[in-house]
Each structure stands twice: as C-alpha cells, then as structure tokens.
C-alpha cells in the first residue's frame, strides 16, 4: 500500500495541457509518487492586437477572463494600450484564473468555487442582475457561447476581446505510444473537449487502441459526455490541480 506522502506511487498520466501548465501539473504529480507524462495536445498563441481596446475598457463594467491564458494574454494587450482602469472589477472562471488574475495585482476577482466552468460562473450573484450592464470577455478564438448567450439573455451588452488562439501541436507520440505498451500508463488528464479532440488524432490508431484500459479525467461534464469520451474505460470529473491529487488516489485504490 502506498505511503501517505506518495498516494500515486507507480501511476502514469499524461498531462495534455499546454507545455508550461503540463510542466507545473507534472511536478504536482510526481511529488505524490506518480509518473507524469507530458503531452502537450494543445498549445497557446498570442494574436496580434487588432483594435484599440480604450474606450471599450473605459465604459467596461465588468471584466470576465475565460482561463489563465486569457489573463497573461489579455492584459499583455490591455498594457500594451496603457493601463487597465480602476473601475472595472474583474471575473475568472475557476481557481486557476483567478489565482492568475490576483498574481497580476486584482485585490478583488469574482470567481466560483469548487467547478470550474461558465455555468458555476454564471450562478454566482454578481452576474445575476447585469441589466445594462457593459461586459467584456478576454478569451481565445473561438469557443463556447453560452456565457455570452446567457448574459445577453439577462440584458447585458457582452463584448469579446480574443487575444489568443488554440493550435494542435506537432509531436512525435511513439515514446507515448511506447510506454502505453508496456503497461506504464493508466490516466489521461484533459481540461477541454478540444484537447481530447486533438489528443486522439496526435495518437492515431494504434493509441486509440488503449483507450479501453485507460481512465480519462475532466473537469466538468460537457467533457465527460463527449462521444470520444466513451472510448475510454471510465470517466472522472475532478477540480482542476486542487483535485487532481485526491481523484486519481482514488483510481489508484480502487484499481
């Protein structure tokens, strides 16, 4: 049995997350005894600064930021135009974000507790009554509309600043598709169904073909009940770093 201090003795998880998130994960999880993989199947590219933000940040109200690379990103584009406004609060949606936006000097973020997804933001009571209301969105190109939707719904005038876009790396997956061989991995970590979109076609057949003896673990639901989701043996929905830990000793006891 496991000590304490190494509750993932022996478990292989591959870490799909952008290369620097991954690293950070993967040091997480080797200090609790696993065997982190890291296989970026997502990666972060700024876009260039296409419009002049300054009187959308001035008449702003609010100030939502969809992840952390929203924050690194967009505040590099808001600085890059002079200095963010004092009357405009901030929001992020999860931990990670609004860890990210407090390390950039935000006293104050809105932010749920516990999952870490657009609707756990939209629950929350500062985005309740936002009739009139002028809210900004720093995201990546492209992705869901529900949040936008959803505030529009409640009378808000809803902007987006995309500053970043999502590419598919290129990487060699035989030394993934190596270890999976030999029985070294056991979990797969991804945090959008992008990733999991992207994660398949980078392993191709052969990878696919472990899948059926391989844990997936997300964040939220609308990952787990994707169709490429159920090609994997089980599902996990687990918090993002805070519960990555504790989710995958319970796969390591149970299995």
């Known amino acids: 049995m496991s000590a304490p201090s190494q509750p993932l003795a ?3 998880v591959v870490i799909t997350r952008p290369r620097a998130a991954a690293e950070a994960l993967a040091a997480t999880l080797a200090a609790a005894g696993a065997r982190p993989f890291v296989f970026p199947a997502l990666a972060i590219e700024p876009l260039p600064e296409s419009r ?3 009187p959308e940040l001035d ?17 590099a584009l808001v600085r890059a135009q002079g200095a963010w406004p004092l009357r405009a609060p901030v929001a992020g949606i999860g931990e990670a974000t609004a860890r990210a936006l407090r390390n950039s000097g935000f006293g104050v973020v809105i932010s749920p507790k516990g999952r870490h997804d657009s609707e756990s933001l939209l629950a929350l009571d500062e985005l309740k009554s936002v ?6 969105i720093f995201r990546g190109q492209g992705g869901r509309e529900l949040l936008r939707e959803a505030l529009e719904s409640r009378g808000a005038h809803v902007t987006y600043v995309e ?10 997956a035989a030394p993934l598709l190596h270890a999976w061989a030999l029985g070294e991995i056991q979990a797969v970590s991804v945090l ?9 076609a980078m392993i191709g057949p052969e990878g696919e073909a472990h899948l059926s003896q391989t844990v997936l673990v997300v964040p939220h639901e609308a990952i787990a009940t994707r169709s490429l989701a159920g090609r994997f043996a089980r599902v996990i929905i687990s ?7 504790p989710a995958l000793a319970s796969l390591r006891v149970a299995s």
Do not use: Q, W
Not at 59 to 75: P, W
Not at 131 to 136: A, V
């Open 239 to 245: 918090s993002l770093d805070a519960g990555m830990v």
């Open 163 to 172: 500053c970043y876009r999502r590419t598919r790396p290129a990487a060699d």
């Open 52 to 54: 002049s933000l300054g």
């Open 10 to 12: 022996g478990l292989g």
């Open 192 to 200: 959008s169904a992008e990733t999991l979109e992207n994660f398949v």
């Open 59 to 75: 008449k702003c109200d609010l100030a939502i930021f969809v992840s952390a690379n929203a924050v690194e990103h967009g505040l």
């Open 131 to 136: 009739d009139g209301r002028k809210i900004l």
